[in-house]
Structures are given as structure tokens and as C-alpha cells.
């Protein structure tokens, strides 16, 4: 089974400045997709990330990167240069291989950027 | 282009009634999935649709819970003699076809702004 841990439950960080959050997973696939999400209050999931098991690089996407340590079975999400707007929940989350399969998701962070 | 949309947003029922919760998806998507997301905690899948057929309905929690993609579009979750223990966020998602490797971003599954069940 396929499991995910969020062991921060909330994370503080000053406006401008970068904030990593942190996931690991455990699976015994060999192939899996690695998602973040983030959910303002508003409770809609924002799809922020994505990075495949084969992937050699990490992924980016803006002021969005994620920390891929294969071996250590991690994918932290590296938030560049915060803003206000970036305070929400933030999910990390696996699917068994590339293709439409189900997400297990951790428990997420609360993320809170002070001005 | 129009994101998932969800129908009600809010619903809140007695214990023992019949509820229905509708996600109309993104155009195009053939794949829909339903979660289920309890206070303070991440997602739980209930179940993926591609296109008409349930091809994974092992998150539902009991036979009180049932959903439908009669036409491949649309989805209805329903749930029979609602109980307190039902009350959640219910998210539907959605993702493209699957897609071979080189082109992973097609696995993304967008959500909509999910359905607030309360089950007094």
C-alpha cells in the first residue's frame, strides 16, 4: 500500500521569503506520479506540481519546485520568494504509475505567509 | 476554459435521507474521480469512472454509496440512509486520457470546488 506523511502541520514564513515543505512517501511501485496541491479556504484543489518516478530532474513550475530525493523517498516542495496569496493547505500526493489511477494524499500543511 | 463544476455546493440532510451530488467535468476528460475529504485530513478516493464504467470503486465506503456516469460525462454520487459519519467535503476530479510516457502532465487530475455535505 502507498502512503504519504506530511509530518509539518503548519510552517510560518515571511513575505519574500522561500519556505520548504516536506513530504515522503512509501511505495513498493516502481513507476508513480508525485502531486502537490494547494487548497486556499475557499477548499477548491489547485494543482501546483507534478514529478514522475523516472524523471531525472526536478520539476519546476514558476516559484514552484519540488526536491526530488528518489533514495530517500522524498518530494519537498520548495516555494520561492512567497506572497500573502500562498497561505492555504498544501497536499502532497502519489499515484501507483503515470495514467489515471487514484491519489493518496498526506495530511497536508497549513502554510502561513506574514507580511 | 470552464473548470469542474460541482452541484450543490452546500447540502445539508437528516440522517437516513437519500442525497445526490452532481460533477459535471472539464470537456474532454474521460477520467473522473470521486473523493471524499474529512475535516482536517487530505482527500480519500471513493471511486474513477473512465469514461461510462466504475474501473475503481474500492474507496467507497459501503453499499450505501453508489455513483453513476450514465452518458461518460457527467457523474452522480448517491448516497442511501445518510449518516452523521457521512458528513465531508465531497471532490470530484477529472484527467485527460491516459497519455504514454513523455507526456506525464495529462495524468493531472483537476478538482472542483467540491460539495459540503452535512448530515444532522
Known amino acids: 500500500a502507498q502512503k504519504i506523511t506530511q509530518t509539518q502541520p503548519g510552517m510560518f514564513v515571511q513575505e519574500k521569503e522561500a519556505v520548504t515543505l516536506d513530504c515522503t512517501y512509501d511505495?513498493?511501485?516502481?513507476?508513480?506520479?508525485l502531486f502537490w496541491y494547494k487548497q486556499p479556504s475557499s477548499g477548491e484543489m489547485i494543482f501546483l506540481i507534478y514529478q514522475g518516478s523516472y524523471d531525472e530532474q526536478n520539476a519546476t513550475e514558476g516559484r514552484y519546485s519540488l526536491n526530488f530525493q528518489k533514495a530517500r523517498k522524498s518530494a519537498n516542495l520548495v516555494i520561492s520568494a512567497s506572497q500573502l496569496g500562498d497561505s492555504a493547505m498544501y497536499f502532497c500526493a502519489m499515484s501507483p504509475s503515470t495514467g489515471f489511477q487514484k491519489l493518496v494524499f498526506g495530511t497536508g500543511t497549513r502554510l502561513l505567509v506574514s507580511p | 476554459g470552464a473548470g469542474v463544476s460541482q452541484t450543490p455546493s452546500n447540502k445539508v440532510t437528516e440522517k437516513g435521507k437519500y442525497v445526490e451530488l452532481r460533477c459535471d467535468p472539464i470537456s474532454g476528460h474521460t477520467a473522473l474521480y470521486w473523493y471524499r475529504q474529512s475535516l482536517g485530513q487530505g482527500p480519500e478516493f471513493l471511486i474513477y469512472?473512465?469514461?461510462?464504467?466504475?474501473?475503481?470503486d474500492s474507496g467507497l465506503p459501503n453499499d450505501r454509496f453508489f455513483a453513476v456516469r450514465p452518458e461518460g460525462s457527467v457523474s452522480t454520487l448517491k448516497i442511501q440512509r445518510t449518516e452523521r459519519g457521512d458528513s465531508a467535503v465531497y471532490l470530484c476530479?477529472?484527467?485527460?486520457?491516459?497519455?504514454?510516457?513523455?507526456?506525464?502532465?495529462?495524468?493531472?487530475?483537476?478538482f472542483g470546488p467540491g460539495t459540503r455535505l452535512t448530515v444532522l
Open positions: 511505495t513498493s511501485d516502481q513507476s508513480y506520479g
Open positions: 476530479a477529472s484527467s485527460l486520457a491516459f497519455t504514454p510516457k513523455g507526456a506525464v502532465s495529462a495524468d493531472t487530475q483537476y
Open positions: 469512472f473512465q469514461g461510462t464504467g466504475a474501473a475503481d
